[in-house]
Nanobody, 121 residues
Framework: QVQLAESGGGLVQAGGSLRLSCAASGRTYTIYYMGWFRQASGKEREFVAG??????WYADSVKGRFTISRDNAKNMLYLQMNSLKPEDTAVYYC????????????????WGQGTQVTVSS
C-alpha cells in the first residue's frame, strides 16, 4: 500500500506563489508516474499536472504557471505554483498516475487528506 500526505497550501493573493509538497510512503517503488489533482468547492476533482520517467504534462489551465517536480530519493513530489489566480482556489491532492501523459489516477480510492489553496483577488 501507498500512503500520501500533501502540505504547503495556504492563503495567497492573486499573482502570488505557493509550493506544494507530497510525501509518499509505503510501496513507492511501484510508482512510475505521479500527479497533482485539485477539487474546488462544488466541482469535480480535476487533473493538474503529471510527471514520470523524465516527462511532465499539464492541464491547459495551469500550463506555463505551474511546475511539477519530484525527488525520488526522498519519495517527494512538488508543485510550484506561480501567477496564482482566484480560480486556482481548491483542495490539492497528489496521486499515482495510470500511465504516461494520462490525466487519470491509477487508483481512484487512493488519496491523501489534501491541502487547501485559497487565492484572493
Amino acid at each position: 500500500q501507498v500512503q500520501l500526505a500533501e502540505s504547503g497550501g495556504g492563503l495567497v493573493q492573486a499573482g502570488g506563489s505557493l509550493r506544494l509538497s507530497c510525501a509518499a510512503s509505503g510501496r513507492t517503488y511501484t510508482i512510475y508516474y505521479m500527479g497533482w489533482f485539485r477539487q474546488a468547492s462544488g466541482k469535480e476533482r480535476e487533473f493538474v499536472a503529471g510527471i514520470g520517467l523524465g516527462v511532465t504534462w499539464y492541464a491547459d489551465s495551469v500550463k506555463g504557471r505551474f511546475t511539477i517536480s519530484r525527488d525520488n530519493a526522498k519519495n517527494m513530489l512538488y508543485l510550484q505554483m506561480n501567477s496564482l489566480k482566484p480560480e486556482d482556489t481548491a483542495v490539492y491532492y497528489c496521486a499515482p498516475m495510470k500511465s504516461r501523459l494520462s490525466s487519470i489516477p491509477s487508483d481512484l480510492t487512493l488519496w491523501g487528506q489534501g491541502t487547501q489553496v485559497t487565492v484572493s483577488s
